[in-house]
């Protein structure tokens, strides 16, 4: 579904809308995902990193052809751009889940993408 997406922008809220939906519609999923993603055994963290690392090849992918596209800065390190796009989205759903799922998850894809994409500063407005 994110590769028929024409720019690295549509790919962006894609992946984002994809993450939250698939998680706020299977809580049991979110809880587990949550919960296995900040192991500290060494040997089950590296088996997750194994599982996770198509994931991480598709965000930078993105960011990649957004760096191409003029979208994103080509100066952006791709992994720290990963690290952060993922991070972002993790720690959405985490607070999702320690709060009992109390507000719409996938209401936020705008919000989040938009600051995935502007940052902060407000001086690039998508």
Known sequence: MVEK?????????????????????????AVVTQLEIRQ????LRQKIGEVLR??????DQIVIEGQEQGIFLKTVDVRL?????????????SNW??????????ALVPQVTHLLLNGLSGKNEA
Not at 5 to 29: C, G, I, P, Y
Not at 54 to 59: F, H, K, N, R, S
């Open 97 to 106: 889940v320690i709060n009992d799922h109390r507000f719409d998850l996938v």
């Open 81 to 93: 751009a990963r690290q952060m796009i993922f991070g972002t989205m993790d720690e959405t759903v």
């Open 5 to 29: 997406k024409n720019n690295a922008k549509e790919k962006l809220l894609t992946l984002v809308d994809m993450h939250f939906r698939q998680l706020s519609e299977d809580l049991h999923l």
């Open 54 to 59: 198509g994931y991480a090849q598709l965000i």
């Open 40 to 43: 500290s055994d060494r040997q």
